[in-house]
């Protein structure tokens, strides 16, 4: 097949004069080279064509693929992981990964929650407020997590984000809004385990591959799965494997995981990342249906390694899925 790539790659914006936080859940180089390279071992004609608008200068010059690889984040907006998949549905060329409502849906923490929460998926409760006087409205105990309602890659997520005094509450909620300029979600602190489990496939053809628990080291910022901490994850958290053969915790994890995605509506392959409760039970956070693909450093590719899947596999495994929605 003629493979075209869609990305946002991080080197670039950073010329371009964006900040480490603001380009923090883009692509680095060595991810695009991987990707391609595998593609190619794969058997497949690979093309670069970049992020939003250089896939719009490429349709109207006419190109077109067979399938189209999108890890493209975009910058801008609730719809901004959309963007891409909508831009290729307006010229009938199938991709990777899933489509604009699930991008949109999945992005906003507190819409995810809502659907789940009408499914019957287990969550945690919940209140998205778009400023501090908001939080007068919760219905909850602390203490109480904060983060904002439309970010990956654990921006906004830090030590402060735990409240454990109402007073403080709102104030620490119109900072947040302020810096990240959306609203923010106010969830229970979870004070359990922590998992992210990796999934494959679309539908009832989705499975999961496996989890891991993220353990924080002593060097961790405390408490939480933060943003210093997935960046410097090499010297700060732990990735232990668990097996649901023989963890009924992981069990329940993986069937909420699997549950999400399929309500959902989330393809191809991603991610879902659970925490337990004071109980233990695990409750879905968040689910990430665009995960990082870098085969060292992004967490469904170091999942993968630990159940002795190459990242060859993983990719096949990817486009075996989405190839499924080519039409003749």
Not at 6 to 32: N, P
Not at 104 to 127: C, E, I, N, P, Q
Request: proline share 4%; glycine share 8%.
């Amino acid at each position: 097949m003629k493979i075209g790539l869609t990305f946002d790659l991080r080197s670039a914006y950073l010329e371009m004069g964006f900040s480490e936080l603001e380009t923090a859940e883009f692509d680095r180089d060595d991810t695009i080279t991987a990707i391609e390279s595998a593609l190619t071992t794969l058997g497949h004609q690979c093309e670069r064509i970049g992020h939003a608008r250089q896939l719009m200068q490429a349709l109207t010059e006419g190109k077109h693929w067979d399938l189209v690889f999108n890890i493209a984040e975009g910058m801008y907006g609730i719809g901004r992981e959309a963007q891409v998949p909508a831009i290729l549905d307006v010229y009938n060329i199938p991709y990777t990964f899933s489509d604009p409502l699930v991008m949109s849906l999945t992005l906003h923490k507190g819409m995810t929650k809502r659907v789940l929460r009408d499914a019957k998926v287990a969550v945690s409760d919940f209140l998205v407020a778009e400023n501090g006087s908001d939080a007068s409205a919760i219905s909850f105990g602390g203490p109480w997590f904060i983060k904002p309602v439309a970010e990956g890659t654990g921006k906004g997520i830090a030590p402060t984000s735990i409240v454990r005094n109402a007073a403080q509450l709102p104030g620490a909620v119109d900072q947040l809004r302020q810096k990240f300029n959306q609203a923010v979600i106010i969830e229970p602190y979870l004070p359990g385990r922590e998992f992210t489990v990796g999934i494959v496939g679309t539908g009832n053809a989705a499975k999961a591959l496996g989890t891991m628990e993220v353990i924080l080291l002593q060097n961790a910022e405390e408490g939480v799965y933060s943003y210093v901490n997935k960046e410097e994850c090499e010297e700060r958290v732990e990735y232990r494997l668990v097996d649901a053969r023989q963890d009924p915790v992981v069990l329940e994890a993986e069937t909420t995981a699997l549950d999400a995605w399929r309500v959902l509506g989330c393809r191809d392959g991603g991610r879902a990342d659970l925490r337990c409760d004071e109980n233990g039970k695990p409750l879905f956070m968040e689910v990430n249906p665009l995960a990082g693909i870098h085969p060292e450093h992004s967490d469904l590719p170091i999942l993968c390694t630990k159940k002795n899947i190459d990242y060859l596999s993983l990719v096949e495994m990817i486009i075996s899925s989405a190839s499924a929605r080519i039409t003749i």
